[in-house]
């Protein structure tokens, strides 16, 4: 999980995104976005992808560190 955000955070700083949403997996498909909105990650993944921000999901253990 690490080395995917770490390469995601990279990739963000090559890339375009004009910001960086972290968001939160609650399971069964579901994400928890940063204003406390709930979707679907394919949802949560097409519109963040829509609006050029890098969407980064991790799990609620690795929200706590």
Same mark, same amino acid.
């Given at each position: 999980?690490?080395?995917? @955000?770490?390469?995601?955070?990279?990739?963000?700083?090559?890339?375009? +995104?004009?910001?960086?949403?972290?968001?939160?997996? %609650?399971?069964?498909?579901?994400?928890?976005?940063?204003?406390?909105? %709930?979707?679907?990650?394919?949802?949560?993944?097409?519109? %963040?992808?829509?609006?050029?921000?890098? @969407?980064?999901?991790? +799990?609620?253990?690795?929200?706590? @560190?």
């Amino acid at each position: 999980m690490r080395r995917d @955000l770490r390469h995601r955070l990279l990739a963000a700083e090559i890339g375009d +995104s004009k910001r960086i949403e972290i968001w939160i997996d %609650q399971g069964h498909g579901t994400v928890r976005g940063p204003h406390g909105e %709930q979707v679907m990650r394919k949802d949560a993944v097409a519109r %963040q992808h829509a609006a050029g921000t890098c @969407l980064i999901i991790i +799990s609620e253990t690795d929200a706590r @560190l």
